[in-house]
């Protein structure tokens, strides 16, 4: 259906930009983060609505018929059903979980029908999902990382003015508010990379027939990882946790990061 692996990756890098921005507006309610994001979806929807009506009036084949097609299929339902919701109503929640699932099924479809269909190209391709998904992790590891520098840097500038010492230090390390606002926006930059970097990773897996582990450490340990920075929005958000509470928490939560990143990885059985 798609010939070019360059298209293949431009629709992946405007779907994921877009999901970046869907889960942004999710969690502190940007609507002109969501604008974004809904212009860049219908820039994917508008690509593969080209490619369906291609296949119907140019090949005379509804794309069901096999079971990759009906996959690009189910992908484009998804992101048709997620405009309309987006556009109607004011339900985020379920806007960004449809397009979560759509992203998975569409780049399900894509790498699997480029090992069949490209030979070379597709190979190429499913290389550069890889590498795109150890990039991705290591992104949201930079993000996690000044996450929790700012959180120390709360936590130090919280003491010293505890003991009355920490004004001439504010200037340096910045005021409490600020430190505990930045904190929270690098985790919600880094969770959806780290989200979407574990779909790639898994489809990856699946569709270059690799050796993959469920129950691998560095696979249950990325999981992990981001089921914790997950926790701290859920804190944050839900439960109002600020300040030093939700600082000494990130600290924790860098630990296992750190743990994932050097021990797991040294064990797992087919990671570096």
Known sequence: MIESKWLYEIILIIYGLSLTGYFIDFIQHNRRVNKIAFW?????????????????????????????????????????????INKLFSIHFIVFFTNLFGFFILLLYITTRAQEGMKQQGIQLVNEVLITHITLALISYGFFTLSFLFSIMYIVQYRLLKNKKGL?????????????????????????????????????????????????????????????YIVYLFLRIIKKYQGKAISIYNTASFLILLINFFLFSFLSNFHF
């Not at 409490?176 to 489809?203: E, M, W």
């Open 168 to 228: 001439k230090w504010m200037w340096r390390l910045g005021d409490l508010q600020r430190l505990d606002r930045y904190s929270f926006k690098a985790v919600t930059l880094g969770v959806p990379l780290l989200l979407i970097a574990i779909i790639l990773g898994v489809v990856w897996g699946y569709a270059a027939n690799a050796v993959f582990y469920w129950v691998d450490l560095k696979t249950i340990g990325s999981i992990l990882v981001l089921v914790v």
């Open 40 to 84: 860049l979806l219908s820039m994917v929807w508008a690509i593969q609505t080209l490619f369906l009506v291609s296949e119907v009036f140019f090949k005379a084949s509804f794309p069901v018929f096999t079971i990759y097609d009906s996959l690009f299929f189910y992908a484009w339902v998804l992101i048709s059903f997620s405009l309309i």
